[in-house]
């Protein structure tokens, strides 16, 4: 069984050092880089598992290269950066990181955020209750799990992997009404405790490109103290 592949990038070198111990501690393979368009040349020549990426880098942000990555790949992105407010986070995660952590942080905390952010993804990827519906349709709305693509009317949307994770949810179960707490737990795999304004940024995205925000009978339906549903 080949070992995961965790890729470092980050133009600290000291940091990058840092977390490729405490990586390789749990068995993992870690590559380290120090630039953005050099995170770009390895993910696109060999198979990477995970990623940690700084977003203050030379030659490409961080925020630039997750917009590359996403055109192609699911695998989860954590973002460790020295910008710390609700902003920045909130930004990375509609670009779509799956996770956000300021420096100074603890490389014990990093290495269980990693560890989470994995088992969730493998989990969603080859154990899914839901993937014995290949193909969800609703009037003009196809949702294909297999594939992980959204179409509508004929016109293929883009959507983060979180923003799919939660259309998925909902519209495999219409009209059941799911709380933010429960969304979070589903979708980022772990315990929920300030995740509320992550999941309505999504939410609010998600509509967005769906151009539910537009209709007055809106896909997804918010249910006032409660939740959301899918209104299917």
């Known amino acids: 069984m080949k070992p995961i592949s965790i890729l470092i990038a980050d133009d600290e070198e000291e940091i990058a050092d840092l977390i490729a111990i405490h990586l390789e501690k749990e068995g993992y393979k870690v590559i380290k880089v120090l630039d953005g368009e050099k995170a770009i040349e390895v993910i696109q020549t060999q198979p990477i598992d995970l990623l940690v990426l700084d ?5 490409m942000d961080g925020y630039e290269v997750t917009r590359h990555v996403r055109q192609q790949h699911n695998m989860p992105i954590i973002f460790l950066s020295a910008k710390t407010s609700d902003f920045d986070k909130v930004q990375g995660l509609v670009i779509g990181a799956d996770d956000y952590m300021t420096k100074p942080f603890a490389p014990i ?3 269980a955020r990693v560890n989470a952010q994995l088992r969730r993804f493998m989990k969603l990827n080859h154990q899914l209750p839901i993937e014995d519906h290949a193909s969800l ?5 196809v949702i294909s799990s297999e594939q992980r693509t959204v179409m509508l009317y004929g016109e293929k949307i883009d959507l983060t992997p979180k923003e799919f994770d939660i259309l998925l949810l909902l519209a495999s179960n219409p009209k059941k009404v799911y709380s933010v707490e429960n969304i979070f737990q589903h979708v980022w795999g772990e315990a929920y405790f300030e995740g509320a304004n992550t999941v309505m940024v999504h939410i609010r995205t998600l509509r967005k490109k769906l151009k539910d925000d537009q209709k007055k009978d809106k896909l997804i339906k918010t249910v006032w103290g409660v939740g959301y549903a899918f209104n299917g």
């Open 137 to 141: 349709e609703f009037g003009g709305l």
């Open 109 to 111: 905390e990093l290495v």
């Open 55 to 59: 977003i203050m880098m030379p030659k």
